[in-house]
């Protein structure tokens, strides 16, 4: 356990006019989960990019010594071939090819040029039992969850006769029971004598599993912790530079009357018409309100969300939906704005902005109408209404022209915000709303949340995290399986309880 | 022709109550793309200049060039919103031909019963001839919109569809030539109102130069009209306390351009004046810049090239938009098979064949991105000029077509490769 099987001295990577790292020391050592975190924008990524080659050697300082050489990687088919290999953010598996072939490509079971089918697969199937797998190595990749896609990754990597696994952002879009697997995985592998880098956000799965945690800052070490030192209030004081003393902003709701009603919500699957995705929801947000959704991923939150949100997901759907006691026509996301009724997406990149335009055009983009007369835009008008969210909802960029796309998470879920704010909605539906993003970003979003609560306006909170649900809410809707198994008010409820709801709820459906 | 400054933001100096300014070098490199375009076309005009011996720059010659492309830049237009939304329009040549050849049948080959006799009026039919283009448009944009074919394959086949249809209408024979208001179209100026200035009077040994005053009275006006707006636009950004430009870089850009406005009017002046094509042709990039810039319609296209269902879900129509985008694609596609069909002064069955790749390659040299949602009129205009004039001053030199086309598309290559070299060192 002592011996280091890495070591990065005084890395110091300058991007054109930003200095993304400066002397950053990082000392791994062998069969170990090392842990990095840092808030986003903080460089865990780039520094990561230098040590499996992607910033190929000579375009930043400092050296990388692994194990016991120094290293010059120029691409990451160098790192690889040394048993380095890094698991993106984003997966990189090809959707239309088998488990199989995703495993082994750009690495396959062939002689000549002709590939061994029998060998593919045999060596597939032993590799997916390394994981906890059992599909079929012939299954196409875009048949499985995302949580059984994150092991397919990890079983290419070990197919790569891999050393030292690096994950970034491992568990940001798996449930709570994947996570868990995935974690469980990683500590199989270090009895194996696997190391592990993992960049993660969640810190109780970081003190559940990590041997030792090095924070980064602004580019720069902080400080690396021991085991025994790990407590989620010391690495969140090093990771922003202040003591954070809550997590979550206090609140004192003003709660007034019923002003968004959902009735009798049925929807089916957009592909198999008898599938029942959300089954007879009953739910109302009242004035001033934060009313939160908690459930399992997968248990439907998002797709009820987005059918109500203009029938943006499924078919044959039925319902009526009631503002101010007035049912209204929500059947096209035009509608449904019109209306006042907005939806932030739980995936911002794909859904949310349009990553190559910049912070102004993004913000305005659901309410043109505003900035517009005639269908003309006044510049200037918009420009002010731009600077103004960017204000309010505290964007960091070098001005509204910088592209949403270069931002980071939790600024790119600010501008996501800005939108929604500036269409002026009276029911704002916000699904995973700090996903992926860091500790000193979601507190300034549930300040938002709570600021557009105190204005009179209804907020729905579509969350995985239920410690921020029990943080952020006034009230808790538990959904499983498309239907509504509890509800409660959030000052009587607890993690248990939820579970239990849930659970309870499984139990009668088995 | 506009080259749109990218302003950028406000700095924390605002507070202060004084507008900032950035620097050159940041501005510059703010617009390095617009000006990097436009100081290409120049360089190759001057080239051309020089090695056509004086030739490329004739009055003569300018307008023939304005003539030449003008059908190119029509639909380049329509192109670029095309492009911007994410898709491709591959029928617009035959459209084109289409187009043509049913506007010479409607005025010359189809003889009508008299109480249908008006329809053959060039007014008329150049009427429905826009109108049966942009139905086309709309019927392929339909299937693309609302039914989900992709573009490149229904306009795959909207190209073969049109190429025979031309070839039906004119069951295989050239048709012309047209009555003379039509091909006024193209091969028409506008008239003098104010009468021939003369600056320089015939007499012996001496070339005369009359300047033709109307094109000069709307040359300068038009520069004067550029003017005031860029001065109005820079000092209310100024009363905002929004950062603009530099006041020399501003200064050099207005000069130059209107240097350059001056220079052309000039030298239309000293032949026939403006030609009437050129006049529609401004007028329609006016509105394109226009649209695409300022008004709601544009930005929706523009966002939804960049992300369709991000757009989708902030409530943009976006099967509509990309529907009208296809009609209007259609109605330019056959103001420009009219212009070329007035220009050849008839019909032929081959009129119109391989113009989707020029357009396309202008629209592409101009900085589009061929994943949508990147794009700017002005770029898609100065690309087809840096097309038509390397096919002029080639031609003029004497230059084998065979080479012709490789040197366009190497010129395009480089065009592509230059843009994307530059947008990853800015990373």
Redesign the interface.
């Known amino acids: 356990m002592t011996n280091t099987i890495l070591e990065m001295r005084g890395i110091t990577k300058t991007f054109p006019g930003v200095k993304a790292l400066s002397d950053v020391n990082l000392d791994v050592r062998e069969a170990e989960i090392h842990a990095i975190v840092g808030e986003n924008g903080a460089g865990k990524s780039t520094l990561m990019k230098v040590l499996s080659g992607v910033y190929p050697a000579g375009s930043y300082d400092g050296q990388i010594v692994y194990k016991g050489e120094e290293q010059h990687f120029k691409t990451i088919a160098d790192s690889e071939a040394k048993g380095i290999v890094i698991i993106h953010q984003e997966l990189a598996l090809v959707p239309l090819l088998s488990i199989a072939e995703n495993i082994f490509l750009g690495n396959e079971q062939a002689r000549g040029g002709v590939i061994d089918w029998d060998e593919t697969r045999d060596g597939a199937r032993k590799l997916l039992g390394m994981v906890g797998l059992t599909e079929d190595p012939d299954t196409l990749v875009t048949n499985i969850g995302v949580g059984k896609q994150q092991l397919v990754e990890i079983a290419k990597a070990l197919s790569k006769e891999v050393r030292l696994l690096i994950l970034d952002e491992p568990t940001a879009s798996l449930s709570e029971k994947d996570s868990a697997a995935l974690l469980e995985l990683l500590m199989e592998f270090r009895k194996q004598g696997i190391t592990s880098i993992l960049i993660s956000h969640k810190l109780n799965e970081i003190s559940r599993v990590a041997d030792r945690i090095t924070v980064i800052r602004d580019g720069r070490t902080i400080e690396t912790m021991n085991k025994d030192q790990i407590s989620e209030d010391r690495i969140i004081t090093s990771m922003v530079g202040r003591a954070l003393d809550d997590r979550y902003p206090p609140r004192s709701p003003k709660i007034g009357d019923v002003v968004f009603e959902v009735k009798n919500w049925n929807v089916f699957h957009p592909l198999h018409r008898d599938r029942q995705i959300i089954r007879n929801i009953n739910l109302n947000i009242r004035k001033g309100e934060v009313v939160g959704i908690a459930g399992l991923m997968g248990s439907g939150r998002t797709e009820f969300a987005m059918s109500l949100f203009g029938r943006s997901y499924g078919q044959k759907i039925s319902g009526e939906v009631f503002l101010h006691g007035k049912k209204i026509d929500t059947s096209t996301v035009e509608k449904a704005v019109a209306q006042g009724i907005a939806y932030a997406t739980e995936d911002r990149k794909t859904y949310g902005l349009n990553l190559i335009d910049h912070i102004k055009h993004n913000t305005t983009l659901a309410n043109l109408g505003g900035i517009s007369r005639m269908g003309v835009i006044d510049d200037m008008t918009e420009m002010d209404v731009a600077n103004e969210y960017r204000k309010k909802t505290n964007i960091r960029s070098s001005s509204v022209y910088q592209v949403t796309g270069n931002l980071s998470g939790g600024n790119q879920q600010k501008v996501v915000l800005s939108k929604w704010l500036f269409a002026n909605p009276e029911v704002l539906i916000l699904d995973e709303p700090t996903r992926g993003i860091d500790v000193g970003a979601k507190y300034e979003i549930y300040t938002i949340i709570n600021q557009l609560a105190a204005q009179g306006k209804a907020v729905l909170v579509i969350s995985s995290e239920m410690p921020e649900l029990l943080g952020i809410t006034d009230r808790l809707y538990v959904v499983n399986e498309g239907q509504v198994v509890g509800e409660m008010p959030t000052a009587e409820a607890s993690q248990e309880k939820i579970m239990r709801a849930i659970v309870r709820a499984e139990g009668k459906a088995s | 022709m506009t080259t749109e400054t ?6 924390s100096t605002t507070e202060q109550g004084k507008a900032p300014q950035m620097s050159v070098w940041g501005a510059l490199k703010a617009n390095m793309r617009d000006y990097g375009l436009l100081a290409a076309l120049i360089l190759i005009m001057l080239f051309f200049q020089y090695f056509t011996g004086g030739v490329l720059f004739k009055p003569l010659n300018l307008t023939n060039i304005i003539l030449q492309n003008s059908y190119i830049i029509v639909m380049a237009l329509g192109m670029l919103l095309i492009i911007v939304a994410g898709h491709i329009d591959l029928s617009v040549g035959s459209v084109s031909g289409f187009i043509g050849a049913l506007a010479a049948m409607l005025m010359v080959g189809w003889k009508f019963p008299p109480e249908l006799a008006f329809l053959a009026n060039p007014f008329v039919a150049g009427a429905i001839c826009i109108l049966v283009g942009a139905m086309i448009g709309a019927a392929q944009g339909y299937l693309i919109a609302y039914h989900q074919i992709p573009s490149f394959i229904v306009t795959l086949a909207g190209m073969l569809i049109f190429k025979g249809l031309s070839l039906a209408i004119l069951a295989g024979k050239s048709v012309g030539p047209f009555p003379a208001e039509f091909q006024l179209l193209s091969a028409g100026f506008i008239p003098d109102f104010f009468g021939p200035t003369t600056l320089v009077a015939a007499a012996e040994g001496v070339q005369p130069l009359v300047l033709h005053t109307t094109t000069v009275v709307i040359g300068v006006v038009t520069v004067l009209a550029m003017l005031v707006l860029a001065l109005r ?1 820079r000092s ?2 100024k009363a ?1 306390g ?1 950062e603009s430009e530099p006041l020399g870089l501003f200064v050099a850009k207005n000069v130059v351009i209107a240097a350059l406005v001056l220079f052309f009017t000039y030298m239309l002046a000293s032949y026939r004046g403006l030609p009437n094509v050129l006049v529609v042709m401004a007028v329609l990039i006016a509105l394109f810049v226009f649209v695409t810039k ?4 544009g ?2 296209i ?2 939804l090239g ?2 369709l ?9 976006t099967e509509r938009m990309t529907f009208y985008v296809f009609a209007i694609m259609g109605a330019l596609a056959a103001l420009a098979g009219m212009i070329y069909a007035a220009r050849l002064n008839s019909a032929t069955p081959k009129a119109g064949q391989g113009l989707e790749l020029d357009v396309i390659a202008a629209v592409f040299i101009g900085g589009a ?1 061929a994943l949508g ?2 794009g700017a009129v002005a770029g898609a205009v100065i690309g087809a000029f840096i097309m038509g004039v390397m096919n002029n001053g080639m031609s003029i030199m004497g230059i084998n077509i065979d080479l012709q086309q490789m040197i366009k598309g190497v010129v395009l290559l480089a065009a592509v490769f230059f843009d994307l070299y530059n947008k990853k ?3």
């Open positions: 990218a302003p950028s933001g406000v700095t636009s209310r950004r905002r929004y300022r008004m709601t319609f930005r929706r523009y966002a960049g992300n269902k991000a757009a989708a879900l902030s409530g943009i129509k991105s949602g990147v060192r800015a990373g």
